[in-house]
């Protein structure tokens, strides 16, 4: 009988300590929980950053500054004007009637030119052999001087051997060149002939006897 009721006293205990136990950490759990709670609304308000207001940028104007180009006309314009004084484009003249001419005969040489043409180095080619006839011999100087109103050139043709020549224009206005004439015949002028045989002779091939 006593060791029955010792056994119920110890299990009324072991009881009581569980329900003692259960209560006391049912407590616990709910302390630390309302701490832990309590600690991350702190955590989150204090990491919620509040965003910065950003500095508005101020806009700044460069001042745009006019520069005067030129147009495609004006400096083709102004280019051309200087290539002529430079580099004239030229074009000889010299096509004698009957494709000849006499000996003793004066014959105008004449041109194109982009620009008043104020010098020329000329020379009378042997069509055959290419060599160059000397002014002496041929009547045609080697430098001539043009003046600004006639533009043309007088040439007396020399006392040439009879045959086939072309005139070269190797400097215009002092810039080299090599423009040439078509090939033409020198004749001799018929012996016995009076000056109205030859003045006739001269002008039948576009010169004059003078």
């Known amino acids: ?53 950003l500095p508005l940028a101020t806009a700044t104007t460069t001042p745009v500054t006019a520069t005067s180009t030129p147009t495609t006309s004006e400096a083709s314009s102004t280019a051309s004007s200087d290539q002529d004084d430079i580099d004239p484009k030229f074009q000889l003249i010299f096509s004698p009637k009957k494709n ?36 002496k011999t041929s009547g045609l100087a080697k430098e001539n001087t043009i003046e600004k109103e006639s533009q043309n050139l007088n040439w007396k043709v020399g006392f040439v051997w009879p045959g086939k020549y072309f005139i070269s224009i190797s400097n215009v206005n002092g810039v080299a060149t090599d423009e040439r004439s078509q090939k033409f015949i020198i004749n001799k002028m018929p012996n016995g002939s009076d000056k109205k045989e030859q003045k006739n002779l001269c002008e039948e091939t576009g010169g004059n006897l003078f």
Request: hydrophobic share 45%.
């Open 1 to 53: 009988m006593k060791s029955w009721k010792r056994i119920t006293l110890v299990i009324f205990v072991l009881i009581g300590g569980t329900i003692s136990f259960g209560y006391w950490s049912f407590q616990q759990f709910d302390n630390a929980f309302d701490y832990a709670f309590e600690n991350l609304s702190a955590s989150y308000i204090a990491i919620s950053p509040h965003a910065p207001e």
């Open 100 to 135: 000849g001419v006499y000996i003793g005969c004066t014959y105008e040489i004449s041109w194109l030119a982009s620009t008043s043409i104020k010098s020329l180095e000329t020379a009378l080619i042997d069509a055959g052999t290419k060599e160059t006839v000397g002014p």
